[in-house]
């Protein structure tokens, strides 16, 4: 990975009447094809209102990305307009902040803003815009005004480096243009056709976007736990039901939890997906560095951070199980929140279901989380199970001794809750479907749902600690 730096310097005078002619430069790095590339805004919340009607440095630059947003196809801006992340120049994560440092470096003499460029041979890591706070700023159009400047001009200018644009007057040879990527900020305010032409000449052409096509499956399964050494790993199971092949997304996300709220994220996961017999498929460290990055994205499914893992996979029925741990930086960081999802993106007649994962049951956040969607249109009955003190019977050492469990819908409501399954009202139901748990201090529920979000919490009873295993059955009759 290599850092590029680049500044916004100021013009001594505007810029001449010059003829028009595209010459803009392109720094050689670009983001995947079809990426969301997520801005992260850490700037103050004051300053507002300014000379456009901006309410503050935030509105000014999420209004500069929509800009750019409008000339871009095969990649566009998402914004984390106030994001709780501290901006850092080796995180993988993009961010806008201002500051009177360059992460601790000296602002040069006369430097308005610097975007910092992380790449991998040519696809974009990382890319940083901070503003340099010793300046007076505020957001206006038209020509310069002494003493203050456009805080929205130079966010257009900064974001085009982030995009992967350079300097054309800087260029070699140096391109005479009229261009907001000029490395002198100016009277110019707004993009002009120069710097359109070279965005579009990186994001313009690309791989048609895809959408996973409609069921009324469970289409999104994930579980949310602590990550250890060891047999510690988060550790998911699925089964690809029916007679045909399934295809789908798996994701091992760790280090943007940050973003909400997650104070101790698996900083750096690395994903292995196994078949029945325990051999390995394939694995994920950074996503953006398989074969399959732009198909991730295209499905708009690509993580949000480059150290995070995705797998696109096409799977013959059958049992799998996808393993997330630490991958090791030799930095002694191998512990951390992190969160394992599969999508099933129904273009075959196969289906994804049936979804376990083990995991450590520690106490607050580190609980044991299932997530999952109930897609289509119509209604759908599940068993949730929490497994604990059965596990030591497969040589899982420290299992949860009493699990106790919780399904909640999208808005956080409490659907229905199961200490010990043999008291629970659907303990008959659930021993008719064959899967009633072992061990009587084990949990389980029934639940009939419509379409949308769902949660389960597995916790342990008197905040007790240890291995558990969350279970998620689809009730529906498999496909043929």
Same mark, same amino acid.
């Given at each position: 990975m290599k850092?590029?730096l680049?500044?916004?310097?100021?013009?001594?005078?505007s810029?001449?009447s010059?003829?028009?002619?595209?010459?803009?430069?392109?720094?050689?790095?670009?983001?995947?094809p079809?990426?969301?590339v997520?801005?992260h805004?850490?700037?103050?919340?004051?300053?507002?209102?300014?000379?456009?009607g901006?309410?503050s440095?935030?509105?000014?630059?999420?209004?500069?990305?929509?800009?750019w947003?409008?000339?871009?196809?095969?990649?566009?801006?998402?914004?984390?307009?106030?994001?709780?992340?501290?901006?850092?120049?080796?995180?993988?994560d993009?961010?806008?902040?201002?500051?009177?440092?360059?992460?601790g470096?000296?602002?040069?003499s006369?430097?308005?803003?610097?975007?910092?460029v992380?790449a991998?041979?040519?696809?974009?890591?990382?890319?940083?815009?901070?503003?340099?706070?010793?300046?007076?700023?505020n957001?206006y159009?038209?020509?310069?005004?002494?003493?203050?400047?456009d805080?929205?001009?130079?966010?257009?200018h900064?974001?085009?480096?982030?995009?992967?644009l350079d300097?054309?007057?800087?260029?070699?040879?140096?391109?005479?243009?009229?261009?907001i990527?000029?490395?002198?900020?100016?009277?110019?305010d707004?993009?002009?056709?120069?710097?359109?032409?070279?965005?579009q000449?990186i994001?313009?052409?690309?791989?048609?976007?895809?959408?996973?096509n409609?069921?009324?499956?469970?289409?999104?399964?994930?579980?949310?736990?602590?990550v250890?050494?060891?047999e510690?790993?988060?550790?998911?199971?699925?089964?690809?039901?029916g007679?045909?092949?399934?295809? !789908?997304?798996?994701r091992? $996300?760790g280090? +943007? =939890?940050?973003?909400? &709220? *997650? @104070?101790? #994220?698996?900083? /750096? %996961?690395?994903?292995?997906?196994?078949?029945?017999?325990?051999?390995?498929?394939?694995?994920?460290?950074?996503?953006?560095?398989?074969?399959?990055?732009?198909?991730?994205?295209?499905?708009?499914?690509d993580?949000?951070?480059?150290?995070?893992?995705?797998?696109?996979?096409t799977?013959n029925p059958?049992?799998?199980?996808?393993?997330?741990r630490?991958?090791?930086?030799?930095?002694?960081?191998l512990?951390?929140?992190?969160?394992?999802?599969?999508?099933?993106?129904?273009?075959?007649?196969?289906?994804?279901?049936?979804?376990?994962s083990r995991?450590?049951?520690?106490?607050?956040?580190n609980?044991?989380i299932?997530g999952?969607?109930?897609?289509?249109?119509?209604?759908?009955? !599940?068993?949730?199970?929490? $497994?604990?003190? +059965? =596990?030591?019977?497969? &040589? *899982? @050492?420290? #299992?949860?001794? /009493? %699990?106790?469990?919780e399904?909640h819908?999208?808005?956080g409501?409490?659907i229905?809750?199961?200490?010990?399954?043999?008291?629970?009202?659907d303990?008959?139901?659930?021993?008719?479907e064959?899967?009633?748990?072992?061990?009587?201090?084990?949990?389980?529920?029934?639940?009939?749902?419509n379409?949308g979000?769902?949660?389960?919490?597995?916790?342990?009873?008197?905040?007790?600690?240890?291995?558990?295993?969350?279970?998620?059955?689809?009730?529906?009759p498999?496909?043929?």
């Amino acid at each position: 990975m290599k850092n590029r730096l680049f500044l916004a310097a100021v013009a001594v005078s505007s810029l001449f009447s010059i003829p028009l002619s595209f010459g803009y430069a392109l720094e050689g790095e670009s983001w995947t094809p079809n990426r969301t590339v997520l801005m992260h805004l850490s700037l103050p919340a004051g300053g507002g209102p300014f000379q456009d009607g901006s309410g503050s440095f935030g509105d000014s630059a999420e209004d500069a990305l929509n800009i750019w947003n409008q000339y871009l196809v095969h990649m566009k801006f998402a914004v984390d307009r106030n994001s709780i992340l501290p901006p850092s120049g080796n995180d993988a994560d993009t961010s806008v902040s201002m500051s009177n440092t360059i992460y601790g470096d000296a602002f040069g003499s006369r430097v308005l803003a610097v975007t910092l460029v992380t790449a991998r041979n040519s696809t974009m890591i990382e890319a940083d815009t901070i503003f340099n706070s010793a300046n007076s700023f505020n957001s206006y159009r038209g020509p310069l005004q002494p003493g203050v400047y456009d805080f929205h001009r130079i966010a257009l200018h900064e974001f085009g480096h982030v995009l992967g644009l350079d300097h054309p007057d800087q260029a070699n040879p140096p391109q005479n243009v009229v261009a907001i990527m000029n490395s002198m900020v100016s009277d110019i305010d707004s993009l002009q056709p120069d710097d359109i032409a070279g965005a579009q000449s990186i994001y313009s052409n690309g791989p048609p976007y895809q959408t996973s096509n409609p069921s009324s499956n469970l289409v999104n399964l994930s579980t949310r736990a602590f990550v250890g050494t060891g047999e510690n790993a988060l550790i998911g199971g699925f089964i690809v039901q029916g007679s045909q092949p399934a295809t !789908v997304i798996l994701r091992a $996300i760790g280090h +943007s =939890l940050r973003a909400f &709220g *997650i @104070t101790n #994220p698996l900083n /750096d %996961p690395i994903m292995e997906l196994h078949n029945s017999s325990g051999g390995i498929i394939t694995t994920s460290d950074d996503w953006i560095d398989s074969s399959d990055a732009t198909t991730i994205a295209s499905y708009h499914l690509d993580p949000s951070n480059s150290r995070e893992s995705a797998i696109f996979a096409t799977l013959n029925p059958g049992n799998y199980t996808v393993v997330v741990r630490a991958f090791d930086n030799h930095d002694g960081d191998l512990t951390g929140v992190g969160l394992v999802e599969l999508y099933d993106l129904h273009t075959t007649g196969g289906r994804a279901g049936n979804i376990s994962s083990r995991g450590q049951v520690l106490t607050g956040d580190n609980v044991l989380i299932g997530g999952f969607i109930v897609g289509g249109n119509q209604g759908k009955q !599940v068993v949730v199970r929490g $497994i604990g003190p +059965s =596990l030591a019977g497969f &040589g *899982i @050492t420290g #299992p949860l001794s /009493d %699990p106790t469990l919780e399904l909640h819908d999208g808005a956080g409501t409490l659907i229905s809750s199961n200490n010990n399954w043999a008291d629970g009202p659907d303990a008959a139901a659930i021993q008719a479907e064959g899967l009633a748990p072992s061990q009587p201090a084990e949990s389980a529920l029934q639940a009939s749902l419509n379409p949308g979000n769902f949660t389960a919490i597995l916790r342990g009873v008197n905040n007790a600690t240890g291995v558990a295993v969350v279970e998620i059955y689809d009730l529906s009759p498999p496909p043929n």
